[in-house]
């Protein structure tokens, strides 16, 4: 019983105590904590893990007595009242009979625990024995026994709580009152318990070291619960993702067919589409788009088009009429207005659809503004959410979107829509999607929700995303429904706050313990208060036996007086210490929160409690708690009164508190794993039934049995793992038992699986006896980490410049490491061959072989050209011809065959494995193998963009061509070696700048804007423009500019390739002279007469005129070329040349087409006269002597010429006869003139021109 305290000492009660026990003081305490302990509460139960106001009711029952049971049911109904209230759902009975229940059952509890711990402990109590906060802490539980009982039942019986999760939330009900309860009570008692002083005193020994605590263990379960929240949070927020994109897929849909509509209606502008057409058209696009709701079209009517228009479209339906909404809900006749917009054509043409024909899609003003919007934008336009037409009135709460585009060409005026009903998406989603998520579509422009399963228009969203459909934005918004975060509910941040504050209610009964004790010594140290001032020898004698240490330092840290306690802490005799100094005894590690704790002093004269380590004399270590005062003497010197508390066995309870809430932690985390039980004195080992289930025997049932067999089962390359991981636990190096291991399946597979246990029992010498531990599949996390480090590990090797075989065999190695009794090769495809470039069953010579890819003849050969994986036996294929010699001789049995793909190149190869021992039964893990396979194929696109990126690095830095990027705002971030060159500005002239430093004057804006709507168009622009250099000079270039874009389509940067033409310019116009010229006399060459000769045919031909055609041939020429060589005769030529074109106009053309040959084009002549003229001042030019080089030279020529149209039609007869003219001439002596007599030609002259 606790100690009865007389009214002498304990007075009366006190304003606070009457205070606390007034109605409406118990009912603001509990309403209000109990609605701050809500803010606690997990979802999806919603169930706090303390609830403060069940320790208020008791506390005030134990206070106050009967007093406090009405300010209890009052408080306990009101809070019920509050928090079932919500706008959504009002009160019903259940609610009502619910909250009167729990208050009920509130004030049992609350009369029970208060007459209960009346009797056991007493009242008024110090709870200052070890005895009264036993009794408390066992009652706490029992107590709170019955309102969870109650409250769980009724609420369970009323239908609020499911049948299946009684005992869940009996659990957490009773587990809530009874933290608050323990916390609570003694919180509630230094506010208003008897006795008054005691209690006043502990406000900051007791009660605010329990709230820091609490505080601390809030902080603590709000971010446990917030990664708690975020993890469960992970698989929604995924599956909302795929959902969102949906929706917008959906909506891109909608906008796709009706681009393809209205290709239809602009198509054809001579005839309107006929509604046959728009059937057959609309029927292909609902084949491809089922979940389209409907398409119409509603042409632009004018009112004195309208009987007309009617009149029409009764011709195919007799009761048509441009309709609009009646009040009635039903359509009527549409009244007078500038324009209609009547739907005329709509599929599917069914009974819904049917009653829209007619419709006037102006009469609405929502339509009216997505119309304009359509006309005006000439794009696709979205209306603000309406109620279809189509809609039957059990449907009127559901909204849908018209998507409009407006038709201005071919059959149009008009528009075609699309109805989209929102309903219908959600609707037709899988059922685990609607029954784990709750979705709310809201229209951006309107804020109106066009589909909402949330109904609580407070609840935020967890996930949202805006869409865009039609010139319109819309929020996307997400909430996970009850049925998901019951399914992924966890319970960590629960345990946390849960032991945090049964760990804080220890924390409070410790320290009343604590203060009960101090307040007895305190009254024992007043009673002999005057006995201790007359007998000094008595305060020696307490403070030499006191169990505390007690010292005197000066503030050298120096020891002036000690107690034997304060001796036996240290270890040191009397004269000993006196030598020495606290510094001394204090490891340097405290060196910092010695120098905090002495300002502490310097401040406000006291320091402490503070925990420090002291070292013993024999070296040991020794943690002990501080509490000082700064003392001054008689001469004002100052000194530090010092009380030393050794606490090494408060450190060991901690210390076995902490491994306990370990224990229980470990527990909890490994729920939902494998569980199982080794003794490890007679190897006895239980297996649960979910441990079947991890070890790879599904369906079998738990089962006692013994460790050998199921460690022979484990990878022969862990179990030296095992071992180190048991030493290291067993010998103390390790918190847990702990490591990862590969176990064969039934299936003939390896698993990874993870091991934790600790030892939960020994024998009586000592020796470890009993272990209990989880096992977690960690298959898919392992294999998966395994495959990103080999995926890391090639990445490495190609970012080194690995050879592509290197790292072909670190894949290999990596797959047979899984298993040994299988090998791996790879075989490339290289031209007409399978090459095998690596395998670690084959030697170097075999993988130098190659193997011949002949349709489906070879290892692999059919995972090349099928592009799917095989499995092969050898011995029975008949597809391996020249592997079989090379498998063979490796000793392999069968193949298990995986396609390299590539984007690019297609096959590149496969990836083969094969059983290495006859008769195995090794199975390879094909989804590995596969990996592997995409890994290889990756290597070998790497490999070739890494020879493609050093190529294109050479040709950036080497290239000849200026290159500049600029990013997104139109700034240069890069220049190559050669814009600098080409420009003048250096690098650093221009990062950072516009392009429109290189601007010139020599296009007008027209020619930019051109060039922007290009790029912007179509992402590209190619031409030639005017640039301007640093030194101001313009300078043509020819300029590609290209955009890149990043995964959503946006701008990232823009790359322009340039160069300067100037020089091509120049030598283009050369080449075109020397492809056109003569090189050596500068005359038109045979291209280029052909090309005049063209033209005066068709000039004489369209004027009606004459032209001329004379054929030249130098005679004697031959001889002069022989005999004084190559460079006088082109001398001659030249000369030659020079004089022809003295004896013509510069209208006429002289050509040379061959070595000694020429012709003269003659255009617009008058008649042959002229031609002869011509003809005969040439011959006389050519009859003089020439002089080249000093030798004087005689040469002369023959002429022919032959007249249009006289002679010709046409180039190639034309030619002929100036031919057989000129022919003439020689045989007539030469040095002579021939026109064409109309005689038959004689053979040419082997050099004579002949038009192509």
């Keep these: 019983m606790a100690t009865k305290i007389t009214r002498a000492i304990a007075p009366s009660p006190k304003h606070w105590s009457r205070t606390f026990c007034t109605p409406v003081v118990l009912v603001l305490a509990y309403v209000i904590s109990g609605k701050l302990a809500l803010l606690l509460a997990l979802p999806p139960g919603y169930a706090s893990a303390i609830f403060p106001p069940a320790g208020i009711a008791v506390a005030a029952a134990l206070i106050c007595g009967r007093r406090a049971l009405p300010g209890v049911f009052l408080g306990a109904l009101l809070l019920n009242l509050w928090v079932g209230y919500s706008p959504v759902t009002p009160y019903s009975l259940p609610s009502l009979a619910a909250a009167l229940a729990i ?111 609490f505080a601390l263990f809030v902080f603590v379960f709000i971010k446990a619960n917030r990664w708690e929240q975020d993890e469960s949070l992970v698989e929604f927020r995924a599956q909302a993702q795929r959902m969102a994109d949906q929706m917008q897929n959906h909506f891109n849909e909608q906008e796709f067919l009706l681009e393809e509509l209205s290709g239809l209606y602009s198509h054809n502008p001579e005839r309107p589409v006929t509604r046959e057409e728009f059937r057959r058209f609309v029927g292909r696009i609902l084949k491809r788009f089922p979940n389209v709701q409907a398409i119409d079209w509603a042409p632009r009517v004018e009112q004195r ?11 195919a339906l007799p009761t048509y009429e441009i309709r609009e909404k009646a009040a009635a809900q039903g359509l009527g006749r549409a009244g007078e207005r500038p324009f209609y917009y009547p739907v005329t054509y709509i599929e599917p043409d069914n009974a819904l659809n049917h009653g829209v024909l007619g419709y006037d899609l102006a009469s609405d003003a929502t339509r009216l503004a997505a119309l304009n919007g359509a006309w005006d934008s000439n794009t696709a336009v979205a209306t603000a959410p309406v109620r279809l037409v189509s809609e039957t009135r059990e449907n009127s709460d559901k909204f849908g979107i018209l998507l409009i585009q407006a038709i201005t060409k071919g ?58 459909f039609g010139s319109r934005s819309y929020r996307l918004e997400f909430a996970p429904t009850q049925h998901y975060l019951m399914a992924h509910r966890g319970w960590q941040s629960w345990t946390v706050l849960a032991v945090g504050l049964f760990g804080t209610g220890l924390l409070g009964a410790l320290l009343m313990l604590s203060t009960g004790y101090t307040a007895r010594v305190e009254r024992n140290v007043d009673a002999h208060v005057a006995e201790l001032r007359e007998n000094s020898e008595k305060l020696r004698g307490l403070f030499e036996l006191s169990p505390l240490g007690i010292v005197l330092t000066d503030m050298q840290g120096r020891f002036i007086e000690f107690n034997q306690a304060f001796l036996h802490i240290c270890g040191y005799s009397e004269d000993e210490l006196r030598d020495l100094d606290y510094w001394q005894l204090t490891p340097r590690s405290y060196e910092a929160d010695e120098a905090r704790q002495l300002e502490l002093l310097a401040t406000v004269g006291r320091y402490g409690p503070y925990e420090k380590e002291y070292i013993r004399k024999d070296g040991s270590r020794v943690p002990l708690n501080f509490n000082g005062l700064l003392l001054t003497g008689r001469n004002g010197e100052k000194y530090i009164w010092s009380i030393v508390e050794d606490i090494s066995g408060r450190r060991q309870v901690e210390q076995s508190l902490r491994e306990s809430e370990e224990r229980w932690k470990f527990a909890l985390e490994g729920s939902g794993d494998g569980v199982w039980d080794w003794n490890l004195q007679t190897g006895e080992l239980f297996l649960s039934r979910q441990e079947m289930n991890v070890l790879g025997y599904e369906g079998d049932e738990a089962c006692h049995t013994r460790l050998e067999p199921w460690m022979a089962r484990q990878h022969p390359q862990d179990r030296e793992t095992r071992n180190l991981a048991l030493e290291n636990y067993l010998a103390g190096r390790t918190p847990f038992y702990t490591y990862d291991f590969r ?59 690995g050879k592509l075989n290197d790292v072909l065999a670190r894949i290999t190695a990596s797959l047979e490491d899984e298993n040994s009794d299988l090998a791996f090769a790879a075989f490339i495809v290289r031209e007409e061959h399978s090459q095998l470039a690596v395998g670690s069953a084959f030697t170097e010579a075999q993988q130098a072989r190659r ?142 700048r516009d392009p429109r430093v290189l601007k010139s004057n020599e296009h007008d804006p027209d020619f930019y804007r051109a060039m922007w709507r290009a790029i912007i168009d179509t992402g590209a622009w190619q031409g030639e423009i005017w640039n301007r250099r640093q030194d101001g000079s313009a300078y043509p270039v020819w300029m590609t500019i290209n955009t890149i874009r990043g995964d959503g389509g946006e701008v990232i940067h823009r790359a322009c390739i340039f160069s300067d033409i100037t020089d091509k310019k120049l030598a283009e116009e050369r080449i075109h002279h020397l492809a056109r010229h003569d090189v050596l006399t500068g005359l038109p060459n045979r291209m280029l007469y052909m090309d005049r000769l063209n033209q005066a045919i068709a000039t004489a031909r369209r004027e009606q005129s004459l032209m001329a055609l004379v054929y030249i041939d130098l005679d004697n020429f031959k001889p002069v070329n022989d005999t004084l060589g190559h460079q006088i005769g082109d001398e001659l030529l030249q000369q030659v040349a020079e004089r022809m074109l003295k004896c013509v ?15 003269v084009l003659l255009p617009a002549i008058k008649d042959e006269a002229d031609s002869l003229v011509v003809a005969e001042k040439i011959r006389i030019a050519l009859a003089r002597r020439f002089r080249v080089a000093g030798h004087p030279l005689a040469i002369s020529s023959s002429i022919g010429i032959a007249v249009y149209p006289a002679h010709g039609k046409d180039a190639r007869e034309l030619a002929v006869h100036a031919d057989a003219a000129m022919y003439l001439a020689k045989r007539a002596g030469r040095n002579t003139v021939r026109v064409y007599d109309g005689m038959p030609p004689a053979p040419p002259l082997p050099s004579s021109p002949q038009p192509s």
């Design 305 to 315: 088009q309208r009987a007309a228009f009617e009149a029409a479209q009764q011709a």
């Design 743 to 801: 176990t064969l399946c039934r299936n003939g597979q390896w698993r990874w699986i993870r091991t934790r246990g600790i030892l939960v029992a020994h024998t009586p010498d000592g020796q470890p006896l009993r272990m209990i531990g989880t096992h977690t599949n960690i298959d898919a996390s392992r294999r998966q980490a395994e495959r990103e480090a080999v995926h890391s590990a090639v990445m490495e090797m190609l970012a080194w410049g």
């Design 851 to 992: 193997c011949q890819i002949e349709g489906q003849a070879n290892l692999g050969g059919q995972t090349i050209f099928m592009g799917e994986r095989l499995d092969i036996k050898m011995d029975d294929s008949p597809y391996w011809r020249d592997i079989t010699t090379l498998a063979g001789e490796a000793g392999l049995e069968a193949c298990w065959s995986e396609p390299i793909f590539s984007q690019e190149e297609g096959i590149e190869g496969t990836l083969v494995a094969f059983r290495r021992h006859p008769g195995s039964n090794a199975v390879p893990d094909l989804e590995a193998q596969r990996h592997a396979a995409r890994l290889m194929s990756i290597a070998i696109q790497r490999k070739r963009i890494e020879n493609q990126l050093l190529l294109a690095s050479s040709v950036y830095e080497a290239s000849s061509e200026g290159i500049m990027v600029v990013d997104s705002q139109n700034r240069i971030v890069a220049v190559n070696p050669a814009f600098t060159k080409i420009t003048g500005y250096d690098k650093p002239d221009v990062l950072g």
């Design 103 to 213: 208050a009920i059952a509130s004030v049992l509890q609350a009369a029970a625990g208060g007459e209960w711990l009346r009797r056991a402990v007493g009242y008024p109590s110090a709870f200052d024995r070890a005895s009264d906060i036993g009794r408390f802490l066992l009652l706490s539980p029992a107590i709170c026994l019955i309102s969870a009982s109650i409250s769980v039942a009724c609420l369970t019986l009323l239908g609020i709580m499911e049948a299946s999760s009684f005992a869940t939330n009996w659990l957490t009900w009773w587990l809530g009152d009874t933290l608050g309860l323990i916390v609570m009570l003694p919180l509630v008692l230094v506010v208003a318990g008897e006795p008054r002083q005691l209690w006043r005193n502990r406000e900051f020994s007791v009660a605010v070291p329990m709230l820091l605590a």
């Design 411 to 468: 059959s149009g005026p008009g528009v075609v829509l699309t109805a989209v009903r929102i309903n219908d998406f959600f609707e037709r989603s899988p059922a685990y999607q609607r029954t784990t998520t709750l979705v709310r579509l809201t229209d951006m422009g309107s804020q109106e929700a066009i589909f909402d399963t949330i109904e609580d228009q407070e609840r935020a969203a967890d996930f949202e995303q805006l869409l865009s």
């Design 1145 to 1159: 106009r510069e209208s006429d053309t002289v050509a040379r087409i061959g070595g000694d040959e020429f012709v």
